[in-house]
């Protein structure tokens, strides 16, 4: 398996964009990923974007956002109110704000939705993350549902044991609601990673895997 990774040494922090429509997206779909990152680079700024979520969601998202950003040289959280399962008929807002987070520092890493997600407001972030995203490093991840639609990812991070441990620790701590949803569980999560560290060959067993649209190889 071929390894791309970012310069080990860097002249400033790695920015790191992470999109999610909804509390929990994001820690589920590249959570392991965010904690390699931090654990591996001396300083890394996040900006953490959740786009809903009613009181109780807005509080469980901030607790898992302080969770999984615990090693940030700098981090900032916003949680917007967009209807939840509205946001195709939201598009223009949604846009909008994209827009303004666009006139912020340029991410070097977008994480958001995959295109191709089952789920309606997930492929509005994803279409509209490219839409005025154009030229950066974007990458997909994905979420296990009900409703199926996982495809085989072109990506893949390796997740070792401690952290596959401490991302699945911080799900379930975090997100009281969802635990009594019968896809919310330890093994669904732990299963995912395992598929894609076979897929990958990761030496842990485990990986998160992601939909890479475009990138550029520098040589």
């Not at 959570?31 to 654990?39: D, E, P, Q, S, V």
């Not at 977008?110 to 191709?116: G, P, S, V």
């Not at 669904?188 to 990761?202: P, Y």
């Amino acid at each position: 398996m071929n390894l791309l990774s970012f310069a080990a040494e860097r002249s400033r922090p790695l920015r790191l964009l992470c999109l999610g429509a909804h509390a929990d997206d994001i820690e589920i779909g590249c959570g392991g990923t965010i904690l390699r990152l931090l654990a591996s680079y001396p300083a890394v700024d996040v900006r953490w974007v959740v786009l809903s979520g009613n009181e109780r969601r807005v509080d469980e998202a901030r607790c898992a956002a302080s969770l999984f950003l615990g090693n940030a040289r700098r981090s900032e959280v916003t949680i917007k109110q967009f209807r939840d399962g509205f946001f195709p008929y939201m598009g223009a807002e949604v846009k909008s704000f994209f827009e303004e987070l666009k006139e912020e520092p340029a991410p070097d890493l977008i994480f958001t939705h995959h295109r191709e997600d089952a789920h309606q407001d997930h492929r509005v972030v994803a279409e509209l993350t490219w839409n005025t995203w154009r030229d950066h490093l974007i990458l997909e991840y994905e979420i296990p549902k009900y409703d199926g639609g996982l495809l085989t990812p072109n990506l893949f991070v390796p997740i070792d044991d401690e952290t596959r441990e401490l991302k699945i620790a911080h799900l379930m701590r975090a997100f009281g609601t969802q635990r009594s949803k019968r896809w919310f569980t330890a093994d669904t999560f732990t299963s995912l990673m395992r598929l894609r560290g076979v897929e990958s060959g990761s030496a842990g067993g485990c990986a998160e895997g992601f939909f890479a649209k475009k990138m550029v190889l520098g040589v």
